[in-house]
């Protein structure tokens, strides 16, 4: 055999010596997308409009670049439920959350967060509106059975979590019976107009959009009427993945919490519409958590694309 | 032209500076159209970037849900693009209608913006979805109407600016144009007008120059130039005017001396280092009567007669190391005789050429007058001894005449005693005549003027000269000839000289003829004579004449034709004539003659008259002081005035004399007349007594007495203080005739 087949041998040991070389490469460990590349991606959520949205997150993505004196890109999801898909694909370093998909990230990817942004109000926080047209006569959970639902989105708690942990307090087990029909409007101020319009009778969004919605067009807050009002939770989380650098994260998280220490941090700040930002951590997210336990949609089975 | 420079330097530079600042107008409103066109261009890429922007974000509209569809960052990526397209519009529209057209495009962006938002983020109601698309594409469709409307207004713009450009663009290249244009011809202008200011006047100098090295010296350039160019060439005029003032100065200078040169009397050779002369003038070609060709081609040394002291070469050492030398030596003259000259030798180095200036001064005149001032000084003291010869003469015979007067007067006439008398007191009368000339020929002196009968005097002086010899003369005397106030043993003497001179021209003998007449000079007469009456004396020989160069010099003293002649016979008759404020004149021609012509000035009729009246003894009384150091001549004196009737007293001298006169005075018997010796060796003379005698008597009366009948005193007596005189030697009629004269008045 060996007479016969002597370069058969040969090639045998380099296809050996070859996934040996292999194994060793997929041995070394994985090396972060930010060593990588050399670049920060953020992800961001969308919200009423994402082109004026990603404007304002750009200021803050080249304040953190020169700072941090690496390039940090934005990434904007089309909807809220992609960024836990897009961590994963798009190798993502961190992404501004809002409060559920945050806790989805924290429970699901072991996310880190580390800062969340205060607006003009002074509030870090944000809640969510159950609500109807003014003239709809829908009172209570009671009246809005058989009527029309428009929610924002799967993964958001204003939009889909809080209202579904709303309507089972009140009793309500299954969506597709209790409402004539439901649907996703893919942002808060989407809910909102739907509903002014009357093609939906029910909508559920962040009291945030809502309120500056009213505050442009105050007939608008005539024309609608607040039935249920969600606890305040983190209205925007940077979290940032666990694979990054503990002194990148650190330096990140040093950064945002000392912006409004520095003049060029202030006008940056202002061009955000922030007034500082505040340390964030997971405990930030333990009411999400018993909401979703509540409502029946655990964030451990809760798929990560909603 | 200083300041015209500057100003035209600062125009040059303001010119210059001019078309700076319109140059950079030029290119700076070329630039702002260019710019213009540029911006408009520009509007025209944003636009179009516009319309491709909100193309894609329409076409990522459409395809969005799709397999075609973009992500949504690039989504965002286009519509933030369109948003800065719309944005940047802004950024160079502010006309009111186009900014609200903008702010209208801005709004519908907006409205894009939101309503792709809404799109976007929709993600159920699939019929809302598919109207919020379409509401989203209708504004896109809008925008890009909107923006085609703006394209065809920037179109219109843009044309409209361009042709407003390029028009601008041909304003300004010609406006460049004419300026260079401008800026070329005020440049050559100034450029024309500097060189033509400097190079006129430096042109007019060169010329000037040149004329002067061609010997215009003097040139004088009319040219009037700038400040500075005038001032240069008035500065040149002067120069060339001082230039030849210098060289006619020089050209005079060289011309006088070059004329002292060829006109002195003295000769002049110039003698090189080697001793050849090179140069000489007609005065020692005259001296050496040698032609100045000759003298050129000799040595100095040649021409003169060194003898056997010093070399010529020796000679020219002495001169070249003393610098000058003034020596005497005798020159070769070309007929084998010497001159002898005074040389007056200097040397003088010029550019490393030595060269001797010799002036040679003729000494044969000098010698001459030399010889004839020591014959002078001869004659002199012959004179001197001839004077006091005369004088003694004189005394003497003043005895013997009057002697022999008084002799006479005793003795009556025909008695053969009385005709030996006679005779001798001719010959003492001749022997007064002697000494008379030796006095003349002595003294030469003024003379002593008195009233003569010319006829008389004539015949006896020709006589006394002629006695003896073969020559006779003819008299033609004219009646009534007038007299003369003359010194007559001067008048004796000239007539002797011609006389004698006349006789001496005929040897072989012949006739003078004498002759005398009136002449009554007019005021325009052909003598030169002042108006007035004269006697005209005329002495014509036979003799062989006189030749015509030697007439002008025959009143010269020392001049004479004859080898024994001593030249002052002639020269005396002329001293003499003119002294009498006479005239002496002279004719003559070779072989037939010689004219002397004498005018002496006539007295008046009356007085001749007068002199006739006074002839005879004349007697009379009164005391009579007769001072004299000769004791015969008191003796003889005393003797004729005793003889006349007169009382006389005697003195030796002047200090006697005035005391007897004084004590006569004193005395109440004063003298009435003084005769007085001129003369008193040793002590007071007349001259010095009278005047103290004049002290004591202002109207004491004095004759002077002198045998000196040619002395000055004599000639003038009353200046002195005389009234009247007698020379000696005087016989009792003359002595006679003085004293009445005084005594009466």
């Not at chain 2, 032609?291 to 100095?300: D, I, P």
Request: glycine letters at 8%; hydrophobic letters at 40%; one cysteine or more.
């Amino acid at each position: 055999m060996k007479r016969m087949f002597p370069g058969a041998q040969r090639s045998l040991a380099g296809h050996i010596a070859l996934v040996l070389f292999c194994l060793l490469a997929l041995a070394l460990p994985k090396s972060t997308a930010a060593q990588q590349r050399e670049t920060l991606l953020l992800g961001i959520e969308p919200e009423h409009n994402i082109f004026d949205q990603v404007e304002r997150y750009r200021v803050l993505a080249e304040y953190l670049s020169d700072q941090l004196g690496i390039r940090v890109d934005l990434t904007i999801m089309s909807r809220y439920g992609e960024v836990i898909k897009r961590f994963r694909d798009r190798q993502l370093d961190g992404a501004f959350l809002s409060p559920y998909t945050a806790a989805l990230g924290i429970r699901q990817l072991g996310l880190l967060p580390v800062a969340s942004p205060v607006n003009l109000n002074g509030e870090a926080a944000s809640r969510g509106y159950i609500f109807v047209r003014a003239d709809s006569g829908i009172q209570s959970a009671a009246d809005m059975r058989g009527k029309n639902m428009v929610f924002v989105d799967p993964a958001t708690m204003e939009g889909y979590l809080y209202p579904r942990t709303y309507l089972h307090e009140q009793g309500v087990k299954s969506l597709d019976t209790f409402f004539s029909r439901y649907s996703f409007a893919g942002s808060h101020a989407s809910v909102i107009f739907a509903v002014l319009d009357g093609r939906a009778d029910i909508g559920a969004a962040k009291d945030t959009v809502y309120d500056k919605m009213v505050g442009q067009d105050p007939s608008m807050g005539q024309e609608l009427r607040i039935i249920a009002r969600s606890p305040k939770e983190p209205e925007v989380t940077l979290c940032l993945t666990k694979e990054l650098r503990a002194e990148l994260r650190e330096k990140i998280s040093e950064i945002l919490l000392h912006m409004e220490t520095t003049s060029r941090g202030k006008r940056v700040l202002k061009q955000f519409e922030a007034l500082r930002f505040i340390e964030s951590n997971p405990a930030d997210f333990a009411t999400i958590e018993e909401m979703a336990e509540e409502a029946g949609i655990p964030l451990d089975a809760r798929d990560a694309d909603g | 032209m200083k300041k015209k420079i500057i100003i035209s330097f600062l125009s040059l530079f303001l010119l210059f500076f001019a078309g700076i600042v319109i140059t950079l107008y030029i290119v700076g409103k070329t630039t702002a159209n260019l710019n213009s066109l540029l911006a408009l261009h520009k509007v025209e890429i944003i636009r179009q970037d516009l319309v491709i922007n909100v193309q894609n974000v329409q076409s990522n509209l459409y395809t969005t849900g799709t397999l075609f569809g973009k992500e949504l960052d690039i989504i965002v990526d286009n519509v933030l693009k369109l948003q800065d397209r719309v944005l940047s519009c802004n950024d160079c529209h502010h006309n009111p209608p186009v900014a609200q057209g903008l702010a209208e495009l801005e709004e519908l962006t907006e409205q894009y913006k939101e309503a792709l938002s809404y799109f976007i983020t929709s993600t159920a109601d699939t019929q809302r979805i598919e109207r919020l698309q379409a509401v989203a594409a209708d504004i896109g469709d809008t925008i890009i109407a909107r923006s085609q409307d703006m394209a065809l207004t920037a179109n219109e713009a843009l044309r409209r600016k361009t042709t407003d450009a390029l028009e601008k663009v041909n304003n300004s290249r010609k406006i460049l144009a004419y300026t260079l244009l401008f800026a070329l011809f005020v440049v050559v202008g100034i450029s024309f007008y500097l060189i033509r200011s400097i190079t006129r006047p430096v042109a007019e100098l060169l010329q000037a120059t040149r004329k002067i090295r061609q010997g215009e010296l003097g040139y004088v350039s009319s040219f009037g130039g700038e400040a500075e160019f005038k001032e240069l060439i008035a500065s040149f005029n002067d120069m060339s005017l001082i230039l030849l003032a210098n060289h006619e100065n020089i050209l005079a200078q060289m011309a006088r001396n070059q004329t002292i040169l060829q006109s002195t009397t003295d000769g002049f050779a110039l003698v090189d280092d080697h001793g050849r002369i090179v140069d000489a003038n007609p005065s020692l070609c005259r001296m050496t009567e040698l032609g100045r060709e000759a003298l050129l081609v000799m040595h100095f040394a040649d021409l003169l007669d060194l003898g056997g002291g010093l070399s010529a070469e020796s000679l020219l050492a002495r001169i070249r190391e003393a610098g000058s030398l003034v020596y005497q030596v005798d020159v070769k003259a070309g007929d084998g005789g010497t001159v002898p000259v005074e040389v007056s030798a200097t040397y003088v180095e010029m550019e490393g050429n030595g060269s001797y200036f010799c002036f040679l001064r003729d000494l044969s005149e000098r010698k001459k007058m030399e010889t004839e001032l020591i014959k002078g000084q001869k004659l002199e003291s012959l004179g001197v001894l001839a004077g006091g010869i005369a004088h003694d003469f004189n005394n003497l015979l003043t005895g013997i005449i009057g002697y022999i007067d008084l002799t006479l007067r005793t003795l009556t006439p025909g008695e053969k005693n009385h005709g030996w008398l006679e005779n001798a007191k001719k010959a003492s009368a001749r022997a007064q005549g002697l000494t008379q000339q030796l006095l003349t020929f002595s003294r030469g002196g003024e003379p002593v003027k008195s009233l003569v009968q010319v006829k008389e005097l004539l015949e006896e002086s020709t006589r006394f000269v002629l006695s003896g010899s073969n020559v006779k003369c003819a008299y033609r005397i004219a009646d009534h000839l007038w007299a003369v106030n003359a010194d007559k043993g001067q008048i004796s003497q000239v007539i002797q000289n011609i006389t004698l001179n006349g006789a001496q021209a005929m040897s072989q003998g012949g006739t003078i003829t004498v002759a005398a007449e009136n002449y009554e000079a007019p005021l325009d007469n052909p003598h030169n004579l002042a108006p007035g009456k004269y006697v005209r004396l005329e002495f014509a020989d036979q003799g062989s004449g006189i030749a015509r160069k030697d007439l002008a010099k025959i009143f010269d003293p020392y001049f004479s034709t004859k080898k024994t002649g001593t030249g002052l016979g002639l020269t005396i008759c002329h001293s003499i004539v003119s002294k009498h404020n006479g005239r002496i004149t002279v004719e003559s021609e070779l072989g037939v003659g010689t004219r002397f012509t004498i005018f002496l000035p006539a007295v008046e009729e009356g007085r001749s008259e007068q002199l006739v009246h006074l002839s005879g003894v004349v007697h009379g009384s009164g005391r009579i002081l007769v001072m004299d150091d000769e004791e015969h001549v008191r003796a003889i004196v005393g003797e004729m005035l005793t003889y006349l009737g007169y009382e006389v007293g005697f003195a030796q001298d002047g200090a006697e004399a005035i005391d007897l006169y004084a004590r006569a005075k004193l005395n109440g018997s004063p003298y009435d007349v003084v005769i007085m010796d001129l003369t008193i060796p040793g002590g007071m003379g007349g001259r010095e007594t009278v005047s103290k005698l004049r002290e004591i008597d202002p109207d004491v009366k004095a004759i002077v007495s002198s045998g000196y009948s040619n002395d000055p005193v004599l000639a003038d007596f009353r200046a002195y203080g005389f009234q009247g005189i007698a020379s000696k030697p005087f016989d009792t009629e003359g002595l006679s005739r003085v004293l009445h004269e005084i005594i009466t008045g």
